[in-house]
């Protein structure tokens, strides 16, 4: 799959499941024209299982085969976890592709928020990762950001939007940490620190105790990929609509693809 002018090879998208599926439909309405290889990474699911070293190995060599395959202008990685264990690794493995990586919003939630309480609702991978905690003493030092790793609301997700429906107390259950009140304050942005929880937030919403702002990351990641780029030649002679979704497993159930053309893919 090589001998694509630059402008017009695939942006490759990839996630564990369906959460960067959040990132890819952002990435649409600000490049229309942009073909995309969406990589489900389902053989690996979920992230937040895995030894790091082991699952850094993983994605170095993934990313090495797929490079091959789909000779991809850029590679999004459309997952906190990922990004955050294996972005370094991977921009030294293959210095001539471009990374956009997937990391908390730590610094648009200090700017924003008016009590100086801010959550981190992430995996428990992404929130025990050095990674993290330097973007909160870069960003957030006059903040106090509380963060909360949550086990199964990756698991919800897959399960809501596959099935339409969901444990609401489950959900419940997992948010509640996320909100801290003391002295007066209480907490008043979450950061969606993981590319699931947005297909979630309408519940979380009707599940949390007061207002806050859930902070969807997923157009600033799609708009740093765009700024990156170069622009489409809408001249050349390729099928610039037939969008793929790849899965490591090397299939997908009925639901699943399904699913994924209902997000225009080809599975």
């Given at each position: 799959?090589?001998?694509?002018?630059?402008s017009?090879?695939?942006?490759?998208?990839?996630?564990?499941?369906i959460?960067?599926?959040?990132?890819?439909?952002?990435?649409?309405?600000?490049?229309?024209?942009?073909?995309?290889?969406?990589?489900?990474?389902?053989?690996?699911?979920?992230?937040?299982?895995?030894?790091?070293?082991?699952?850094?190995?993983?994605?170095?060599?993934?990313?090495?085969?797929l490079?091959?395959?789909?000779?991809?202008?850029?590679?999004?990685?459309a997952?906190?976890t990922?990004?955050?264990?294996?972005?370094?690794?991977?921009?030294?493995?293959?210095?001539g592709?471009?990374?956009?990586?997937?990391?908390?919003?730590?610094?648009?939630?200090?700017?924003?928020?008016?009590?100086?309480l801010?959550?981190?609702l992430?995996?428990?991978?992404?929130?025990?990762?050095?990674?993290?905690?330097?973007?909160?003493?870069?960003?957030?030092?006059?903040?106090?950001?509380?963060?909360?790793?949550?086990?199964?609301?990756?698991?919800?997700?897959?399960?809501?939007m596959?099935?339409g429906?969901?444990?609401?107390?489950?959900?419940r259950?997992?948010?509640?940490?996320?909100?801290?009140?003391?002295?007066?304050?209480?907490?008043?942005?979450?950061?969606?620190?993981?590319?699931?929880?947005?297909?979630l937030?309408?519940?979380?919403?009707?599940?949390?105790?007061?207002?806050?702002?859930?902070?969807?990351?997923?157009?600033?990641?799609?708009r740093?990929a765009?700024?990156?780029?170069?622009?489409?030649?809408?001249?050349?002679a390729?099928?610039?609509?037939v969008?793929?979704?790849?899965?490591?497993?090397?299939?997908?159930?009925?639901?699943?693809?399904?699913?994924?053309?209902g997000?225009g893919?080809?599975?």
């Amino acid at each position: 799959m090589t001998g694509a002018p630059p402008s017009n090879r695939p942006l490759l998208v990839l996630d564990s499941g369906i959460g960067g599926l959040t990132v890819l439909r952002e990435a649409r309405v600000l490049m229309p024209d942009r073909r995309f290889v969406y990589v489900v990474d389902d053989a690996a699911f979920p992230y937040g299982d895995w030894e790091e070293a082991a699952l850094r190995e993983r994605l170095v060599h993934l990313f090495g085969d797929l490079i091959a395959e789909h000779d991809p202008v850029a590679c999004l990685i459309a997952c906190n976890t990922a990004s955050t264990l294996s972005l370094d690794a991977l921009r030294a493995a293959y210095p001539g592709m471009s990374f956009v990586g997937t990391v908390p919003a730590i610094k648009p939630a200090a700017e924003r928020t008016r009590s100086g309480l801010v959550t981190v609702l992430a995996t428990p991978g992404t929130v025990k990762r050095q990674y993290t905690r330097d973007l909160i003493e870069q960003w957030a030092m006059k903040c106090e950001v509380n963060l909360v790793g949550s086990v199964t609301l990756a698991r919800l997700a897959e399960i809501y939007m596959r099935e339409g429906l969901v444990d609401e107390e489950a959900i419940r259950t997992e948010i509640a940490p996320c909100f801290v009140d003391a002295d007066g304050r209480q907490t008043d942005i979450v950061v969606l620190a993981c590319t699931h929880y947005p297909f979630l937030v309408n519940r979380m919403r009707k599940m949390a105790p007061w207002p806050v702002d859930w902070l969807d990351p997923a157009e600033a990641i799609a708009r740093r990929a765009l700024s990156i780029l170069p622009k489409v030649d809408s001249n050349a002679a390729f099928e610039r609509h037939v969008d793929l979704a790849v899965f490591t497993s090397g299939g997908a159930d009925a639901v699943t693809r399904r699913l994924m053309q209902g997000f225009g893919l080809t599975a």
